[in-house]
């Protein structure tokens, strides 16, 4: 007898969401406009739409000339990786998820660097290299600048082609005069 409740409490669970699905569908989602939703409401001109693409083509030019040169840029960095280190800690996908993992300890983002470093786990990567790339980064702590997303990158980038670079030496303290109370 309970299973029929149990059944009953279910199918009627189920025709209310079906309802309530057939009435979300029925009412119209926007203003006065429930079928064309990928229409464009600009009241504009054809003159004036035609011309629109040819002004932002110049950014969009801008743009990929930027992304060209990031993407050569992150090119040569994968291969310099590769030239410099032997074994698979060289490897692109392990550069790029070693580099990834160190950042995000350095950000103390832990959840997301630990998912990261499984994935850099079942690539096959040297684990280690994590480990040394992240103590050169925090001996060389007092040279990246908290404002500059670039700093980071470069000086992890640097750690990871050569973890042992030596560290960084510390700001230099300012000489204290001797006083004299007259």
Avoid at 8 to 23: E, M, P
Avoid at 39 to 52: C, E, F, L, V
Avoid at 112 to 137: E, K, N
Wanted: hydrophobic letters at 40%; one cysteine or more; charged letters at 20%.
């Amino acid at each position: 007898m309970s299973y029929r409740v149990l059944n009953f409490a279910a199918g009627s669970c189920a025709a209310r969401l079906c309802a309530v699905l057939w009435l979300l569908a029925a009412a119209p989602i926007g203003p006065g406009n429930s079928i064309a939703l990928a229409q464009n409401n600009d009241a504009k001109p054809a003159d004036q739409q035609s011309t629109a693409p040819k002004e932002g083509s110049k950014d969009a030019a801008k743009d990929s000339a930027k992304d060209g040169t990031k993407e050569t840029q992150k090119i040569d960095e994968f291969t310099e990786a590769q030239r410099v280190l032997n074994g698979p800690a060289g490897n692109p996908e392990c550069v790029w998820l070693g580099r990834r993992v160190v950042s995000l300890l350095w950000r103390d983002d832990l959840d997301t660097a630990f998912r990261h470093l499984d994935l850099y786990d079942r690539f096959g990567c040297p684990s280690g290299h994590i480990q040394v790339t992240f103590r050169c980064l925090v001996l060389h702590a007092n040279t990246i600048d908290p404002k500059a997303a670039d700093s980071l990158n470069g000086r992890v980038h640097a750690c990871w082609i050569s973890p042992a670079l030596p560290a960084a030496p510390p700001p230099a303290a300012a000489a204290q005069n001797p006083t004299t109370t007259r």
